[in-house]
């Protein structure tokens, strides 16, 4: 089972303010996704990447995987107070139909101030 | 549509005590899968169930089982209570088409807090 690695640990930045939040791993992902959860909720599904350099939008978070396809980032522009919440990266099992759960990192927890 | 609920939301329980959390998933998906958070390992998974049928199953011990029912209804039950079982109960479901084809698109559940005094 891989391990997934995020950094960082923990964040809290002023309303308005950009970040960078980073998911690696030591071995080639198949593919990557990036959950938020926020206090009392499970986590919510963000965003899905499969090819290495691909670039997802979602409003103000750009989520990127590395061209070698070990890395991935998610950038929130102009953070809001809204968005703060545990980030979680995951990677799904290798075999489809059924597999072996979700691999998780352990998440950025992320505190935007107003 | 209703989403994944899980019940109860609170529970305390002591050492050596059993417990029995459930999962309603959304109408129409019958794969259930549950995992455990945190604070120290953070999210892993704990088993999936589809069609009534366990179908896989993460590293945990065997005090940790479930089943699923008729009507995709999961329960999870942990016996022989440990101070390490503190954690949230996470549960999630997915389509049917998504089971198939290996998509991991989940939706989660706000979980269950069990806390082991």
């Known amino acids: 089972t891989q391990l997934l690695e995020q950094s960082p640990q923990f964040l809290s930045i002023q309303e308005g303010e950009n970040l960078t939040v980073y998911c690696n791993s030591s071995s080639v992902f198949s593919s990557l996704q990036w959950y938020r959860q926020e206090p009392g909720e499970g986590p919510v599904l963000l965003v899905t990447?499969?090819?290495?350099?691909e670039v997802k939008k979602l409003k103000r978070l750009t989520f990127q995987f590395g061209d070698a396809r070990k890395d991935s980032s998610l950038h929130i522009t102009a953070a809001q107070p809204g968005d703060t919440g545990l980030y979680l990266c995951a990677e799904p099992p290798y075999s489809g139909g059924g597999a072996d759960g979700l691999t998780f990192g352990k998440g950025t927890h992320l505190i935007i101030q107003p | 549509k209703a989403g994944v609920t899980q019940t109860p939301r609170y529970l305390i329980k002591t050492r050596g005590q059993q417990v029995t959390l459930s999962c309603s998933p959304i109408s129409g998906h019958r794969s259930v899968s549950w995992y455990q958070q945190t604070p120290g390992q953070g999210l892993q998974f704990l088993f999936e169930y589809f069609s009534e049928t366990q179908r896989n199953k993460g590293n945990f011990p065997g005090r940790f089982s479930g089943r699923q029912f008729s009507n995709s209804r999961s329960e999870m039950n942990v016996s022989t209570l440990e101070l390490g079982d503190s954690a949230l109960y996470l549960c999630a479901s997915r389509r049917d088409s998504d089971f198939f084809s290996g998509a991991n698109v989940l939706t989660f559940g706000a979980g269950s807090r069990l806390t082991v005094l």
């Open positions: 990447v499969v090819t290495g350099g």
